[in-house]
């Protein structure tokens, strides 16, 4: 009973990679996700909210994404969403995250050179 | 690009409706899902964390639900999810909310016996 | 890589079940879903093409279905999309077919009431 | 009510390009997407079926996709899913198409170099 979603957003963060003990790498970056709704008193498309998320990945698509994915460009997203739970003293709150098990480039918006790699750790 | 979710949970409130000022019903209730992971070292299924929304329902939706959602009832609920920013202060968070497009009886886990309803106000 | 769909609609046939040689009941109905779009032309709502699905249910989801989903009521399904390809002699088409995970009453068409079940082949 | 999919899958042609009377550019391509699942008697995973689809693009998508997809990548794409019926005298059948909102190569089985365009007929 996983929630999945596909997001289309935008890339508001460069790729962070960090490697596990076991040395995976794992990667993540912020995607902004805005709403557009129709304003019939403007007769115009207008912004209506923007949903924000932390994308992780993992091994060989955290490998791929941070020698691919660029701050401000436009992607597509699709994985498990974890409305995450913190607590730090007195404060606590909510972190939207998706654990991703597939990100692209959303072609809607530019062009993409794509080249196959090979991973040894999967 | 609205993000859409598709959740399978539990209802965690009694659901609460309020009349807008156009006489439309707006009803809410909490959701619960929690995921559920295979532990290899226990050989057996656990949980592992469960995400929590509120999800809101409009006209038809929110006065049919009103009349037949039950705090501790399975449900599916599909709609467009909405991470709210909230100020209150100096303290700030995310309220996970989903606008629910469709909601209905998780069959999966009992029976139910549907009654087609009309709606003068859709 | 399962092809995951969220699907509400009609419920087109009644739901047919049969019990496996494990005796386990499998449920199946079929179920359509008609998609809307403005017509500017007409400024109004048309009908834009039916997609046709036979659902599939197994264990305490086909037993609970088959207790609660009676031809022309409306339904939220969600599970796997198959396409799948079958052969008949020299003609050979595409039966698409859902693997439900859940499926519930729409409740943005009406009220329904809920009762638990326990089944013991799970 | 449309059926909304997102499927990640293998490019099996090349991407094949029109354009319309008001010459807007329309391209299509075949995408296959295998469902993998674990054989408990082999220890192993296995394929279990493909399914086959026709994914549309239109526009802007339509000109980048055409620029960027190669027949054997790995791509992600969401859209509305449409179950054609098609009629040839005697014969009729399903023809399943994917009206793609986005395509993106698939990250997780390699890397892209995304580059921004600007089209003057959105």
Redesign the interface.
Known sequence: ?????????FVASEVKTILTEQGWPVASFRLG????RYDRTKSQWVDA?T???SVSMFR??AQ??S????KG????V?G?????QWVNGE?R????EIDA?????????????????THTFE
Chains 1, 2, 3, 4 share one sequence.
């Open positions: 009973m996983s929630d999945v979603v596909t997001v289309r957003g996700s805005t709403e557009r909210g949903n924000w998320y060989g698509l791929n994404a020698c691919s994915v660029v460009e436009r992607v597509i699709t498990k969403l974890k409305l995450r404060r709150g909510i972190a939207p098990e597939a990100v692209g480039h959303d072609l809607f918006w530019g062009t993409a050179k794509f080249k196959r790699t």
